[in-house]
């Protein structure tokens, strides 16, 4: 299945493996099994987010709430839990609210005809405001359910570990994989941000398909919350500050257009991966504040969009006109 | 003729937009196994007609019956339940997707819910190369191939949906003479199957090839319903346009406007190319001179057309126009007194959310920069001016131009460059998807540009109107010129040769 | 009904007369110092920064584009403004506020400049191009301030941001010189057809032989500077420069007022003076909910209705499907379509 359009994924994939080599001949003890789990199991939600994103952008359209409901579900979870109800109950409690926040938030873009980047804006904005009401403060965890989850090591063969919520990822992400290339479902979405027009004339179910993504989006920014409250055991409103553009800049590093039409959920777990890579390296670099971090994903995704760019035009240079 | 019962019948329908009357008391019947062709000018209602009928358009007033049994059609899914299908003139596929994914999509087969890629596409390629004669790797991108290949397979997949109803919105508009009998043939086979087809066409031959029956809309309205064979042309294109139609004149041929007109050299391309568009060409055009373009869809007139203006770059050869021989964009074309009408209008030429008076002026402004601006009332005169020598309709020049009809748009482009008082105009299908009345309009203006120095460079896929009009023509076939001729030579049957190829005889 | 203005104007005089209702003196302007206090004066001046970064950016939109770094260029000038003064020895020395002001401006526009030419010139999407700039311009501030927060003593400085003018706050004419520059700008010369050409055509415009590179670099640039002008604004206000948090989320806030203002994201046609109504709102709306004792936090999830609600009010499906509820139905339900074939 090696084919021209698969370029961009293997650009990602080689830039992963270039960082990972170099940091590895930079830095002793980079270059370990363990390492690249932990940037597995440091980056569990944004990978989880980022694929509910990945689908969203392929529609054509864009989630800017996602940071914003994985904070709230680490509300909702910490004062339920907090409050004696069992995890049984809230964590699909909140899996099911955030499915349907995501689904409301797709119903009001396609039948009001509203811009996706005005709704998800306004569904960030009543996320985040419904934290601080629910609480200004962080609310702590100390539900031994949750506390088990932290801290259970999944061990591999070798001797090196994963996370729970990397499972929880990884199951998600061959989830995503199969629906997007073996389902109406995933071939829709795909046909929706190739041509929404066509796609109303050739009687594809617009509504459903739209309304899912969100709604997909949503679900996986509840799991990515219930996975970041098992890393960080609190709810708290400033939780996943600016992640959304975490996840959009995995996804774009990872090959897709933001245009619509085009893209791979494998490139996201690269897009993940790199970042992880990249927040790997400066912490191992020790001298460089966190802010370096912000500059050179900056750099990256520049340089990423020009090389994108350029495969673009040389592609489209060569397109047969009428 | 036995009383059969119409399978699709339209009563009555009404359909308003904001300052437009669309469609006033239209009817329609199709009877299954017939091919019915919908005609009318432009402006006349037949795409709103057709919008309406696949659930993209509502009804104001009026109703539907499928199989004697009144139909709500509120969206394309309902259409398509129903039984109706279509292909539009703008093929509306997802380019973005392969092939095979765009004949299937939404019909994948399954099993358990999981696609069968293979079974896809091998079904894919059957479709195509029984139905459509068509010999293509399924599992690229659609956009990867022409317009021509994209509209076979829109048509492939209207067919795999086992509709009742086929309807094909100017089908025909992208095709070349052989996928035209191709189509066709597929036509007469499908109606034999019981198939009612709607063909929304304008070019005349192709009507009368092949359908059954006819039904005519002018302003609007329903003007009639005729069986093809009892309408003569002449009545068929005078029911059209409303009044008695003197027969198409031969505008009289200037044949050689006089050679003394021949003036300077005024364009000069040599061994002008560009990889993947167009083969390396030599042109030279004169002060005054008409140059008919002429070929098949997709020979390569409108690369070269654009090569000349500068739209796209050139990778081979010299372009001179006047002193300059570095045009590579079309602000400098412009600057040399070239303009450029595109064939899509819609996504090249239009700006749609400005009025008339906008779109017509922006060439101008655009040439005179940033600050030296056109006032607002000169605006409003320049618009007037050409609203009122163009006829252009609704007749406000601040009338938001996305709601006129194509050819009133086309009149409003002719404007914008008109009004930059070209050395050089070329024109590519001017006359595409315009009324006849329209039609010699926009010939007798060509003709008057020439007479007064103006040069044009008249691309179309009618080859009467190229011959009418053109002191000299240039043909083009599968990307390169062929052959140029002039004065005697030109005669339909030659160009025909030429275009077609394979050696003299 | 029909008038692009009609409904931002509605929504913030409605806006004024809750805050009116809630508190008689909410209209009341009082004189001290010489100069004019008061609620309103108080939304003028507050709402100044958004009001600039929001006339920059209905043009940027106006062509098709969006560009999400403002707040961080604001945060960016800010910091080298004050920067630069406290290098000097005088931090109150005209000429040292002027250099810091010029340094400063100079940046904003550069930066506007590299995304001009991220998106002209190498025609890379505008939400990338931009989203660019907000990633990294955090982490170019704060390598400014070196990771703190710079506070300076500089009375001419603070003139900018807090300072008054003929009775009025400083920072209320320096948004009105730009709007007018603005408008003069785009309504007297041909800028603002060619704006509308290229955001809603761009082939169609390049075609007909406009500089759409110039034009879009031209929206950038301005944009830059709008937001540059509105850092220091910001930074003056409280004589210092947070890396972090100057600016912050000013981006939403300034595509919601542009949005609320009537121009659409999608491009072409734009309102300047919708857009400065619809920053207005903004401001009055976090004003009343201090007003109305209503928690801070609040704020995050009014500001979401009010988007929403705008947003539908002007969505044409959202209007007539209101419509369609009060309309008798034309047909009778025959969804028979559903059971053929």
Known sequence: MLKRQHLPIFVTMALFA????????????FFSAQVLLNLLIDNAFLLIVAIGMTFVIISGGIDLSVGSVIALTTMISATLVQDGWSPAIVIPLVLVLGSLFGAGMGAIIHYF????????????????????????????????????????????????????????????????????????????????????????LMGLPVARTKIGVYLFSGFCSALAG?????????????HALGMELDAIAAVVIGGTLLTGGFGYVAGTLFGVMIQGVIQTIISFEGTLSSWWTRIVIGMLLFLFILLQRLFNSRRLLQKHRA | MEERRPILHMHDIHKQFPGVKALSGVQLRLFPGEVHALMGENGAGKSTLIKVLTGVYSIDRGHVEMEQRRILIQSPQDAQAAGVSTVYQEVNLCPNLSVAENIFIGREPRRMGRILWKQLNRAAARLLEDRMHLTIDVTLPLQSYPIAIQQLVAIARALNISAKVLILDEPTSSLDRGEVSQLFGIMRKLKNEGLAILFVTHFLDQVYEVSDR?????GGEFVGEYAADALPRIELVSKMIGKELKELESLPRSAAASEEARGELLLEAKGLGRRGAVEPFDLAIRKGEIIGLAGLLGSGRTEAARLLFGADRSDRGVLRVGDNDSIHSPRQAIDEGVAFCSEDRKGEGIIDDLTIRENIVLALQASQGWFRTISRKRQSEIAEQYIQALNINPPNPDQLIKNLSGGNQQKVLLARWLLTDPKLLILDEPTRGIDIGAKAEIQKLVMSLSQKGVSVLFISSELEEVLR????????????????????????????????????? | MKHHLFWPIGVLTLLLLFNLLYDPSFFSIKVRDGNLYGSLIDILNFGAPLMLVSIGMTLVIATKGIDLSVGSIVAITGAMACLTISRGEDQNALGLVITAICVSLALAVALGLWNGLL?????????????????????????????????ISSDKYKYIGAGGLFTLPFSIFLVAVVFAAAMLLTRKTAIGLFIESVGNKPVASRLSGIRSGAVTIAVYLFCGLCAG???????????????????LWYELDA?????????????????????????LIIQTLTTTIYLTGVPPEITLVVKAFVVLLVCLVQSESFRQSLVYRFKTRRYPAEKEVKHHA
Do not use: W
């Open chain 1, 113 to 200: 005809k509203i811009q996706p980047f005005i709704v998800t804006l306004a569904g960030m904005f009543l996320a985040r405001g419904l934290c601080y009401v629910i609480s200004t403060s962080t609310i702590t965890i100390d539900n031994a359910f949750y506390t088990s989850m932290a801290q259970t090591k999944v061990y591999l063969p070798g001797g090196n570990f994963v996370s729970i919520s990397v499972l929880i990822a990884l199951l998600l992400f061959a989830a995503a994989f199969y629906a997007a290339h073996f389902t109406r479902f995933g071939r829709n979405t795909y046909a929706l941000g190739g041509n929404e027009q066509s796609a109303v």
């Open chain 3, 255 to 279: 595509i919601l007022a542009v949005v609320i203002g009537g121009t659409s994201l999608n491009g072409g046609r734009f309102y300047l003076g919708g857009t400065v109504i619809g920053a």
């Open chain 2, 214 to 218: 006819i039904t005519i809309l002018r």
């Open chain 3, 229 to 247: 002008i509105a850092g220091l604004i910001l930074s003056g206000n409280v004589s210092s420069a947070d890396g972090n948090n100057a600016g």
């Open chain 1, 226 to 238: 219930v996975v970041f409250t098992f890393y960080m055991l609190s709810g708290y409103g400033l």
């Open chain 2, 469 to 505: 009009v053109s002191d000299r023509i240039a043909v083009m076939r599968d990307r390169s010129k062929v052959k140029e001729m002039a004065g005697e030579e030109m005669s339909e049957g030659r160009v025909m040769q030429a275009i077609a190829g394979g050696g003299e005889g």
């Open chain 3, 119 to 151: 998106v002209a010139g190498a025609g890379i999407q505008p939400i990338i191009a931009t989203l660019i700039l907000m990633v990294a311009g955090r982490g170019v501030a704060q390598l400014i301030t070196g990771g703190q927060i710079i506070t």
């Open chain 1, 18 to 29: 270039l960082m990972f080599i170099a940091g590895s001949f930079q830095y002793t003890g």
